[in-house]
Each structure stands twice: as structure tokens, then as C-alpha cells.
């Protein structure tokens, strides 16, 4: 049902530890990567997990994924990681593929500030195009009639701020994007973001 029709979804299951979160998004991912949920066709699944330091590491989840889906190892000078992440990203855009990728791979933390794509950036100007292009870049993943992506995220109660932010922009312009977003975590996270509103929050408790 997350992927019925190519209409967006989301889902975010907040439990204790030890109440079965991680066994029921493997049942998910294996059934939506083979094809064999609700006979439907395999779908990309993005699979990233906050840690226990994610606070400290600002917009994690991103460079984690980044990380996942581009092959960059924790043993990769700066230079190398750059090098993949843009390589990576820049043939998902239909024009300027290069500004693109480095918007995304600033905003993780890649450190792409020499370029001249990104010159004369503000951090709130950045983070709105490094958003903008994520979302763009999601976009390119279902092009050409494939299932919409599925991103899970686990033990979202870890995530740093600015991932939240990301979460919560993905979710307030789900209409726009094919995707489907599933997210795990423990109730301790709504102490962290008490006042947003939770019809629009990233950490919405739909189930348990």
C-alpha cells in the first residue's frame, strides 16, 4: 500500500527498543526489493540509520546516505568523496548536474566551498537549494515509469537537527515527489520537537 498507484507515502513507527521495529522493516525491504508486496514491481529501496553521536554530526543522515549510495569509505580522502559524490549525482540532473551535486555534497558536510557554483551562498539560501535538489534528485530516481523510491530511517530519535529538517521538508512536498518514506524511532524523539506541528513533523507517531 506505501507504493500503490505512485501516490506518496509516509509512515513513521515510534516504540520502545526490543518491540520488533527492525523486524517488520526487514519483512517491508525484502518484500518491496523482490517485487512480492501486494504484486508489485521492485522498487529501490535507501536504507540510512542515525547512531547514538548523530546529534553531534550535523545533517548525518545525508552524508550517510550519500556515503551508502556512491560508494564513499570512511577511509576516502576529502577529495575522493567529492569526487564520487559528484560523479555520483551530477548525471541525475537534466542541466546543471555539477551545481547540483555540490549543493547536496555541501550541505553533508563535503566541503565543496571553493566552487564557483556555490560563491556568494548564504547558509539558509544553500540549505534551500541543497534541499531543492535532493528532492529533484529523488525525482530522478522513478523517472522513466520505475517505482518510486523507498527511503527507511531508522532510530530517528539519534538524527541531528538539520536531518529532521530534511525529513520534514521531504514530508511537507510529498506531493511532488515519488517516494515513499518509512521511519523508526523511539518516543523520546517527541521531546526533541514538541512544538512543531505534528500533522506536518517528521517524528508523526502512525503507528507502533
Given at each position: ?15 520502545e527498543a ?27 529501496v535507501l ?88 528532492c529533484a ?72
Amino acid at each position: 500500500a506505501l507504493l500503490a498507484d505512485r501516490q506518496p507515502r509516509s509512515l513513521t513507527l515510534l516504540a520502545e527498543a526490543g518491540l520488533g521495529k527492525s523486524r517488520l522493516l526487514r519483512e517491508l525491504i525484502t518484500g518491496l526489493s523482490t517485487g512480492h508486496a501486494a504484486d508489485a514491481a521492485p522498487c529501490r529501496v535507501l536504507t540510512v540509520r542515525s547512531q547514538p553521536d548523530g546529534p553531534l554530526r550535523p545533517w548525518g543522515l545525508l552524508r550517510s546516505l550519500l556515503a551508502l549510495q556512491f560508494g564513499v569509505a570512511d577511509t576516502d580522502s576529502a577529495e575522493a568523496a567529492r569526487q564520487k559524490v559528484e560523479a555520483g549525482l551530477s548525471p541525475c540532473f537534466a542541466e546543471r548536474g555539477a551545481q547540483q551535486a555540490q549543493l547536496i555534497g555541501q550541505l553533508a558536510g563535503l566541503d565543496f566551498a571553493d566552487s564557483p557554483h556555490l560563491r556568494g551562498l548564504g547558509p539558509r539560501l544553500l540549505r534551500d537549494q541543497a534541499f531543492a535538489a535532493f528532492c529533484a534528485y529523488l525525482q530522478s530516481l522513478a523517472a522513466g515509469g520505475a517505482a518510486p523510491p523507498l527511503l527507511v530511517v531508522e532510530d530517528l530519535h539519534w538524527a541531528d537537527e538539520g536531518s529532521l529538517d530534511l525529513l520534514q521538508h521531504l514530508q511537507a512536498h510529498a506531493a511532488e515527489l515519488p517516494l515513499a518514506l518509512v521511519m523508526t524511532g523511539r518516543p523520546a524523539l517527541l521531546l526533541r520537537r514538541l512544538g512543531l506541528d505534528l500533522e506536518q513533523a517528521p517524528h508523526q507517531a502512525e503507528g507502533v
